[in-house]
């Protein structure tokens, strides 16, 4: 759906990040708002994962209209982390915690601040079809030439991906499947395709996500929790953050999000409208969402 704008993004986003690692080397000379904060902020927004996008938008919009000058940098997990660990970074909002992002923040996790939660409905999935002839995990092995043996994944890197190679593929011996992993978009692409062909699809994905307004699928049971339990969708800021901006840090911290107010953002981004500039989208959505996003900077 998207694929053209991940390709352009990624580049971007390559770009972006030699000049943060080049370019970022000191903030004596930054400038400063009369709240004490640094003026410039830079938000990095992991590649594919939707809700991060989102909620990345949604407070560059509001940080804008604060005064600050905002850049989205869009990279995969890693570089993330290891970016806010150095303070090229400032800020992420897209950590799932206690499971899918545990690596990361282990590594990375002493020079880097929890700012906490913003929505705790959080949940690694496998999708498939709505009238698909399964209904667990478990059974997927035993119906996998009815899925043409193939499970469709997002991005290599993903702590999802990880989490299919390591627990769920093994755990419900599902070795003979093809996984194929490449992007967030293309798995999106796949799955419109299916839907349009009638045709059976079984898909990794996560909640929330617009996704399950959009197509007519459902979650597969998970019988030995392999996927983990439900989620916090954490923000991290670099390790002085209180200290460069002190005042989005106490915003952040107090920033909730719930999975209905979250899918509206989405899929009036993602789903009902076909581009890239997201702002005059997010700007609309503020209009109709006033009093919430006032408060948000309460």
Same mark, same amino acid.
């Given at each position: 759906?998207?694929?053209?704008?991940?390709?352009?993004?990624?580049?971007?986003?390559?770009?972006?990040?030699?000049?943060?690692?080049?370019?970022?080397?000191?903030?004596?000379?930054?400038?400063?708002?009369?709240?004490?904060d640094q003026k410039d902020i830079t938000i990095a927004?992991?590649?594919?994962?939707?809700?991060?996008?989102?909620?990345?938008?949604?407070?560059?919009?509001?940080?804008?209209?604060?005064?600050?000058?905002?850049?989205?940098?869009?990279?995969?997990?890693?570089?993330?982390?290891?970016?806010?660990?150095?303070?090229?970074?400032?800020?992420?909002?897209?950590?799932?915690?206690?499971?899918?992002?545990?690596?990361?923040?282990?590594?990375?996790?002493?020079?880097?601040?929890?700012?906490? %939660?913003?929505?705790? @409905?959080?949940?690694? +999935? &496998? /999708?498939?079809?709505?009238?698909?002839?399964?209904?667990?995990? $478990?059974? !997927?092995?035993?119906?996998?030439?009815?899925?043409?043996?193939?499970?469709?994944?997002?991005?290599?890197?993903?702590?999802l991906t990880r989490v299919m190679q390591d627990d769920?593929?093994?755990?419900?011996?599902?070795?003979?499947?093809?996984?194929?992993?490449?992007?967030?978009?293309?798995?999106?692409?796949?799955?419109?395709?299916?839907?349009?062909?009638?045709?059976?699809?079984?898909?990794?994905?996560?909640?929330?996500?617009?996704?399950?307004?959009?197509?007519?699928?459902?979650?597969?049971?998970?019988?030995?929790?392999?996927?983990?339990?439900?989620?916090?969708?954490?923000?991290?800021?670099? %390790?002085?953050?209180? @200290?460069?901006?002190? +005042? &989005? /840090?106490?915003?952040?911290?107090?920033?909730?999000?719930?999975? $209905?107010? !979250?899918?509206?953002?989405?899929?009036?981004?993602?789903?009902?409208?076909?581009?890239?500039?997201?702002?005059?989208?997010?700007?609309?959505?503020?209009?109709?969402?006033?009093?919430?996003?006032?408060?948000?900077?309460?």
């Amino acid at each position: 759906m998207r694929t053209k704008k991940r390709i352009i993004t990624g580049i971007a986003a390559a770009s972006a990040a030699a000049l943060a690692l080049t370019g970022c080397s000191g903030n004596a000379e930054a400038e400063t708002l009369e709240n004490g904060d640094q003026k410039d902020i830079t938000i990095a927004v992991f590649n594919g994962w939707d809700e991060g996008i989102a909620a990345s938008e949604l407070w560059k919009a509001i940080l804008t209209e604060q005064g600050y000058e905002v850049e989205l940098e869009y990279a995969d997990p890693a570089p993330v982390y290891s970016g806010l660990s150095t303070g090229d970074y400032d800020l992420t909002l897209d950590t799932w915690l206690p499971a899918t992002h545990a690596d990361y923040v282990e590594e990375y996790g002493d020079n880097m601040v929890d700012l906490g %939660a913003w929505n705790d @409905e959080a949940s690694l +999935t &496998v /999708a498939v079809n709505e009238d698909s002839p399964i209904t667990s995990i $478990d059974e !997927l092995a035993g119906a996998a030439d009815q899925f043409g043996n193939t499970i469709i994944g997002i991005e290599p890197g993903a702590g999802l991906t990880r989490v299919m190679q390591d627990d769920v593929i093994p755990g419900y011996e599902l070795d003979g499947l093809d996984f194929q992993t490449s992007s967030t978009a293309a798995m999106l692409t796949e799955l419109q395709t299916a839907t349009n062909n009638g045709e059976n699809i079984v898909v990794t994905l996560w909640r929330p996500h617009w996704a399950y307004d959009a197509f007519p699928i459902r979650d597969l049971e998970d019988p030995q929790g392999l996927l983990g339990d439900a989620e916090g969708i954490h923000s991290f800021g670099k %390790a002085d953050l209180m @200290e460069t901006h002190p +005042t &989005v /840090a106490g915003w952040i911290q107090n920033f909730k999000m719930d999975s $209905d107010q !979250l899918y509206s953002l989405e899929n009036v981004m993602f789903n009902e409208n076909d581009t890239d500039d997201y702002a005059p989208i997010v700007e609309q959505w503020i209009s109709e969402n006033q009093e919430y996003v006032d408060s948000l900077t309460a």
